[in-house]
């Protein structure tokens, strides 16, 4: 069983939808949830994280973590063509140097 | 400020090759990191380094060697290039410190196919 399972997608939503993103998890340890964009061609550049539970919420993004389900999402409210992306999902311990990524989810936001 | 830089964009090798992927970063950072991105996949560490001097094994060491001399640069090694080594290279970096550590500061990559 992988630490981290994200599905690859592709998901494709019409401009404006609600987008919810997700990732599940096998090790209690982990602290620190993060969400990694990543455009075609490029660098994953840090969205949002999340120390422990609770959400975090930053203009259209929110953030989700329930440890109790090993589970977290991103929500994107109002989304744009803007937003067409892979979203990675990564985690790591309190301390710990390594952080352990999903496979990505692709997704495609229709004008 | 440059951010973390990387070099060459694209590199094509051939099977037994050897070469020098080339990473920089201007923010003085103490951690410094080597992915690799395969299709489907997620970033799977190679090596990382905490600091000049210091260098530690990844998930997926294996065919590569790090140098960390000094806090700007981390270049990774690849000797005896083969096909399984075709990917995404990503250099990145982060801050010093508990709550910085989490953040992680990537380079543009570096595509690498070896034929």
């Known amino acids: 069983q992988k630490e981290v399972e994200q599905d690859p997608g592709p998901l494709s939503v019409p401009e404006g939808a609600i987008v919810s993103l997700n990732c599940t998890y096998s090790?209690?340890?982990?602290?620190?949830f993060m969400w990694y964009r990543q455009y075609s061609r490029k660098g994953p550049e840090l969205l949002m994280y999340t120390y422990s539970s609770g959400n975090k919420e930053d203009g259209r993004f929110t953030a989700q973590v329930d440890k109790s389900s090993k589970y977290i999402s991103l929500f994107i409210r109002d989304s744009q063509p803007s937003d067409s992306a892979t979203y990675l999902c990564?985690?790591?311990?309190?301390?710990?140097?390594?952080?352990?990524f999903g496979a990505g989810t692709r997704l495609f936001v229709k004008a | 400020n440059a951010g973390v830089t990387q070099t060459p964009k694209f590199r094509i090798l051939k099977i037994g090759q050897s070469m020098t992927l080339q990473c920089a970063q201007d923010m003085n950072h103490n951690y410094m990191y080597w992915y690799r991105q395969d299709p489907g996949m997620g970033l799977k560490l190679i090596y990382y380094?905490?600091?000049?001097?210091?260098?530690d094994k990844g998930e997926v060491p294996n065919g590569y060697n790090v140098s960390r001399s000094t806090t700007e640069d981390f270049p990774l090694r690849l000797e005896l290039a083969a096909p399984s080594q075709t990917s995404v290279y990503f250099c990145?970096?982060?801050?010093?410190?508990?709550?910085?550590?989490?953040?992680?500061?990537f380079g543009p990559g570096t595509r690498l196919t070896v034929t």
């Open positions: 090790n209690s340890a982990f602290q620190y």
């Open positions: 380094s905490v600091g000049a001097g210091i260098t």
């Open positions: 990564a985690m790591k311990v309190t301390g710990g140097f390594k952080t352990i």
């Open positions: 990145a970096s982060s801050p010093p410190g508990g709550g910085g550590v989490y953040e992680q500061y």
